[in-house]
């Protein structure tokens, strides 16, 4: 079998080393290029350098070479570049794992335009439990449907740029669309002062950024004699790593399109 050729974005950042890793423990795939940004100190070095393997592979800022030889690219950016990423990837016909968040509408249009043409799993989150979780909530929501308050708290690292996290988002937008509610009008991002009681048709968010705290998240859903907690912790980027790169070898044998992990594990319309 001929392995997956998968390219890395942001390839000398945190997330990056660590999709190095799991594309060079995968057995189905190869590391095909790892992508920085012009001006980066690690340029031309091998992309497993930080690691301690070595890949063959040296970190490039050429994202058209790049491409030219990859099947893939995973991309655990930031919006900005993931955009320019997302508009090379459809020119080239190379399939896209998108795991940047904090996407505005426009953002999010570009991946839906871009999906015309080739295959796109965009997901807030990768882990395989925290996939699961967003499952479950699902289901919770829909039996504690009257009667609960809902409050979504987060924690992650103190390097995280955007608030609330991805995956806190795509929790609350689990709920509220199985409540039949539009989070855009129900969210609840911040309290302060004199707020007046809580409207029970909102979905409240806390965030923490702190120390090194990979990734928390909780949805509480509490009511008078009772409080239920569906929570996920992860210690470790190789969670969602491993996750992407399962992601990229699933998508591997997919028409053009837009998924998310949940088309990946199969967990739609159970």
């Known amino acids: 079998m001929t392995p997956l050729k998968i390219a890395i974005s942001g390839a000398n950042g945190r997330m990056g080393r ?8 995968h057995p189905e795939t190869v590391l095909s290029g790892a ?11 091998d ?5 301690g393997i070595k890949t063959g592979v040296a970190i490039s800022s050429d994202v058209d070479a790049v491409l030219a030889g990859s099947d893939v690219l995973i991309d655990f950016t930031r919006p900005e ?3 320019l990423y997302i508009e090379k990837c459809s020119r080239a016909g190379v399939n896209m794992i998108i795991g940047t968040t904090g996407f505005d509408d426009a953002g999010k249009t570009a991946i839906k335009t871009a999906s015309e043409k080739i295959g796109i799993v965009f997901a807030a989150n990768y882990s395989i439990g925290v996939n699961l979780t967003f499952h479950i909530l699902d289901t ?4 504690l449907n009257e009667g609960y308050d809902i409050e979504i708290i987060e924690a ?13 988002l795509r929790m609350g937008e689990v709920i509220a669309n199985a409540l039949g509610r539009d ?3 129900c969210a609840i991002y911040g309290r302060e002062g004199h707020t007046g009681a809580r409207d029970p048709q909102t979905i409240g968010f806390a965030t923490v950024r702190a120390g090194d705290v990979v990734g928390d998240h909780t949805a509480l859903f509490a009511t008078d004699g009772e409080r239920v907690e569906i929570t996920h912790k992860a210690s470790s980027r190789m969670t969602f ?7 990229a070898v699933w998508l591997n044998n997919q028409p053009n399109g837009l998924f998310d992990m949940q088309d990946v594990l199969g967990l739609k319309n159970q």
């Open 156 to 168: 992650h690292h103190r390097h995280k740029v955007d608030a609330p996290s991805g995956t806190a």
């Open 140 to 143: 919770v929501a829909r039996v």
């Open 183 to 185: 989070l855009k009008e």
């Open 35 to 45: 992508l920085e940004h012009d001006q980066s100190e690690a340029l031309g070095l």
């Open 18 to 25: 660590v999709l190095i890793e799991a594309v060079n423990n």
């Open 47 to 51: 992309a497993g350098y930080a690691i």
């Open 81 to 83: 570049p993931s955009l």
């Open 241 to 247: 790593a491993s996750g992407a790169v399962r992601a």
